[in-house]
């Protein structure tokens, strides 16, 4: 599921609220019937700033939420290179953040993420920050990881064209005061291309669709 | 060595040739032909390189009662333990106050007065508690030392990315886990900016420690006080020149350990 909307509408309030990071002023939040106090287990968060710990290898980032869990050895060092082989990140193993570029560090983020397989990922617009040819890869790898496993991804973008080549379902919010003004199915088939979904009439429908809605609340009043 | 290492090499030993060449030329040159005693520049206060270097074998040969040696080892002996006291009680107590904010709030008035009393005044006090010996010199040395790695740690564990600690959250980490793979990792960096400054006042702390310790303190303050005394300026010269020598070799040393922990940071790598 992807929420697009207006910059200041609560896009990434909602998902703060998700993960925990801020109490609701209002209502409740439940995660499978439980309710949300504090980051609850079970969830992944990519964010869209850069929050790979410069001071530990690729490697040992990716090994961060395996040694908090207390996977160790072996085990932990089969999951590790799994993970850095599904990046393809091999041959960084051992280099510090401050030698990738945004699109790698990115990619350690999100494998960091992954390795401990959360059951519900959360992500921040976590390609924003990259140019479109970046994002246009990390898309393709992002599908064909959650193709394997099939998590909940809640994905906050305000990019119309990620959210749908990503997303099976689009939330569109309001300016200021945000609220929620259309849900839409993307009736987009799976597995999908990133590059070549693009051409199609399909798309370029769903896009018309969306974006004769989403651009109201780009325009004003 | 590189061609531009070897070319700055070359330039400090040869500014280094050519003032001490001009130091002990013109601390020869007389006012008055043939009179003694008058100098344009009278080695009586600034001594002259040949004097300094006769002094330097006299006081480090075993004709002294108390080596040049022996006062350096005491010396660096002293400043090494204040150092290591104070950088370790600095940095626990910056990460307990720098995570705390309702404790940080409590003792911070107390924290900046005693932080701006200057260290001299607390000289006679320290040492009739302490005594003359090694152990005043050290608690001299760490009332510096501390506020400098306390003040620079807390501000580093205050300012911690809390997207940082947030993300480990998220990993599963726990209270503690935080602290040793978020907090502690990303405070030591400034941490390590103050170990240098650190190291010199430890020295100022010891040396000011020996004025008074008298010989019992031993060390190369006491070497400057005794040769005040006697009114020998090649005496306190050599002492002064050891003092830099020690306080050169400690700060390499620290750069040496700092390039090693710190050897994520792209400027560190740059260097190695």
Redesign the interface.
């Known amino acids: 599921m992807a929420i697009v909307g207006p910059s200041g509408c609560g896009k990434s309030t909602i998902l703060n609220m998700l993960g925990g990071l801020v109490t609701p002023s209002a209502g409740r939040i439940e995660i499978d019937g439980r309710p949300v106090t504090g980051v609850p287990p079970g969830v992944g968060y990519v964010f869209q700033k850069d929050t790979v710990f410069p001071w530990r290898t690729v490697r040992r980032n990716i090994a961060l939420g395996l040694e908090y869990r207390g996977v160790r050895g072996a085990e932990q060092e089969r999951r590790v290179a799994e993970a850095i082989r599904l990046a393809g990140l091999e041959g960084f193993e051992d280099a510090f953040p401050a030698t990738l570029s945004g699109g790698m560090r990115q990619r350690v983020a999100l494998m960091r993420t992954l390795v401990v397989d959360p059951e519900i990922l959360l992500m921040d617009e976590p390609f924003g920050a990259l140019d479109t040819h970046t994002k246009l890869e990390l898309h393709g790898e992002l599908l064909r990881l959650w193709d394997a496993k099939r998590q909940t991804v809640v994905f906050i973008t305000h990019d119309l064209s990620e959210a749908i080549t990503l997303a099976d379902r689009i939330v569109v919010m309001t300016r200021r005061p945000g609220r929620v003004k259309m849900i839409h199915d993307v009736k987009l088939p799976r597995p999908r291309d990133v590059i070549r979904m693009r051409e199609t009439d399909e798309y370029a429908a769903q896009y018309g669709q969306i974006w004769h809605v989403l651009g109201e609340e780009y325009r004003g009043p | 060595m590189s061609r531009e290492g070897r070319r700055v090499l070359a330039w400090q030993v040869g500014i280094l040739v050519v003032l001490l060449g001009a130091w002990e030329w013109l601390t020869g040159i007389k006012a008055v032909a043939r009179m003694p005693g008058l100098y344009w520049i009278d080695p009586f206060f600034i001594s002259r390189p040949s004097a300094i270097a006769e002094r330097f074998v006299h006081l480090m040969s075993g004709e002294v009662r108390l080596t040049l040696g022996a006062m350096a080892l005491s010396t660096i002996q002293s400043t090494l333990c204040g150092f290591v006291v104070g950088v370790s009680t600095g940095f626990v107590a910056g990460l307990v106050l720098g995570r705390n904010d309702g404790l940080a709030r409590i003792c911070g008035p107390y924290i900046v007065a005693f932080n701006s009393l200057p260290r001299i005044a607390l000289v006679p006090l320290v040492t009739m508690i302490f005594g003359f010996g090694l152990l005043a010199k050290i608690v001299l040395a760490w009332t510096i030392v501390f506020f400098i790695v306390f003040f620079n740690t807390f501000q580093g564990a205050r300012s911690v990315?809390p997207?940082?600690i947030?993300?480990?959250?998220?990993?599963?980490?726990?209270e503690r886990?935080i602290m040793r793979?978020?907090v502690i990792?990303?405070a030591?960096a400034w941490t390590f900016a103050s170990l240098t400054p650190s190291i010199s006042f430890a020295l100022i702390g010891v040396v000011v420690g020996e004025f008074l310790g008298g010989e019992s303190g031993g060390g190369l303050g006491y070497l400057i006080i005794q040769s005040l005394g006697t009114l020998n300026a090649a005496d306190m010269m050599v002492a002064l020149l050891t003092l830099g020598v020690i306080g050169i070799v400690m700060a390499l040393g620290i750069r040496q350990v700092e390039m090693r922990l710190?050897?994520?940071?792209?400027e560190y790598?740059s260097r190695t």
Do not use: I, Y
């Open positions: 990315d997207d940082l947030h993300s480990a959250r998220f990993l599963g980490a726990g886990q793979t978020v990792p990303s030591l710190l050897r994520w940071r792209p790598r």
